[in-house]
T-cell receptor, first 113, second 116 residues
Framework: DAGITQSPRHKVTETGTPVTLRCHQT?????MYWYRQDPGHGLRLIHY???????DKGEVSDGYSVSRSKTEDFLLTLESATSSQTSVYFC????????????FGPGTRLTVL | AQKVTQAQTEISVVEKEDVTLDCVYE???????LFWYKQPPSGELVFLIR????DEQNEISGRYSWNFQKSTSSFNFTITASQVVDSAVYFC?????????????WGLGTSLAVNP
């Protein structure tokens, strides 16, 4: 299995508070991704990174920011959490060549009250 | 525009039945890649297979087989002699070669329930 960990695995927070989710990989893969998964919507890309300090938006980036200061870590921040951001968040990695599969972390279940 | 359609939202079968999960894709690229992932009830996402657009050979792995047909833009997944452990949500995804983004376009998934 690819070495991908996410922390925390579960979090309950209140509306308006900042939240940071961490993804850590030991595979030295170039690309990292943050997705959210919601019933009826499948997997939706929030942000992705194609190198240290190189990031770009996905399809549902509003309300989220990311940072990647090291190859192995990709942080997702909710600046001011809202109830609509209650979801399961997955981090994924890939080597970055065309056609490379993505490998996923175990997910973080976030509840915003 | 790229798109992946998994028309079957939910499928329920009895153990030992064969079941086929459909995946239809749209792309303008001539070079692209197709994937299947499995998400069991425990929640993790597991990579199953990758196919590139130049390889239309069917693939078999144990009870799993995949049928890629460019003529119909389909990449269907068949489970033979299904088992309860096959119960999961299965996702089909598409990636195009061009550009720097290396993003996957995901179908919404098919939830498969295999009943004893």
């Amino acid at each position: 299995d690819a070495g991908i960990t996410q922390s925390p695995r579960h979090k309950v927070t209140e509306t308006g508070t900042p939240v940071t989710l961490r993804c850590h990989q030991t595979e030295n893969h170039r690309y990292m991704y943050w997705y959210r998964q919601d019933p009826g919507h499948g997997l939706r890309l929030i942000h992705y990174s194609y190198g240290v300090k190189d990031t770009d938006k996905g399809e549902v980036s509003d309300g989220y920011s990311v940072s990647r200061s090291k190859t192995e870590d990709f942080l997702l921040t909710l600046e001011s959490a809202t109830s609509s951001q209650t979801s399961v968040y997955f981090c994924a990695i890939s080597e970055g060549l065309a056609g490379n599969e993505q490998f996923f972390g175990p997910g973080t279940r976030l509840t915003v009250l | 525009a790229q798109k992946v359609t998994q028309a079957q939202t939910e499928i329920s079968v009895v153990e030992k039945e064969d079941v086929t999960l459909d995946c239809v894709y749209e792309t303008r690229d001539t070079t692209y890649y197709l994937f299947w992932y499995k998400q069991p009830p425990s929640g993790e996402l597991v990579f199953l297979i990758r196919r590139n657009s130049f390889d239309e050979q069917n693939e078999i792995s144990g009870r799993y087989s995949w049928n890629f047909q460019k003529s119909t833009s389909s990449f269907n997944f068949t489970i033979t002699a299904s088992q309860v452990v096959d119960s999961a949500v299965y996702f089909c995804a598409l990636s195009e070669e061009g550009g720097n983004n290396r993003k996957l376009i995901w179908g919404l998934g098919t939830s498969l329930a295999v009943n004893p």
